[in-house]
């Protein structure tokens, strides 16, 4: 019935949530510049090791820096840069370059 349909519909917008917005050329080509410099700072570690230690999938970890996952959220992001030894403002400033960020360290 309609009324089925309509709770269903309801249903499924309360689990998935919000839509998001379509990423723009620069959050993609930051996600890009990210995950780029996380995988170069991974270095010969297994992305199993990294993943496991930072708390979160290594799918997850695979989507980031390949640049699938462009926009992760700030607490992944800061578990990574943790577990690789990299101080949160030298990623703000490969993800934001046009700021030109000032070094905190």
Known sequence: ???EAAV????????VGVVRSPLTPQQRAAGQRL????????GDRKPAEVAHAASISPETLR?????RLATPGFAT????????????D?????CLPEMELPSTG
Request: proline share 2%; hydrophobic share 55%; charged share 20%.
């Open 90 to 94: 030298e990623l703000a400033r490969i």
């Open 63 to 67: 989507k980031i820096e390949t640049g």
């Open 35 to 42: 995950g780029a410099f996380l995988r170069e700072c991974r």
């Open 77 to 88: 992001v800061a578990a990574l840069a943790t577990v690789l030894g990299i101080p949160l």
């Open 1 to 3: 019935t309609v009324a």
């Open 8 to 15: 269903f519909s309801y249903r499924v917008t309360m689990v």
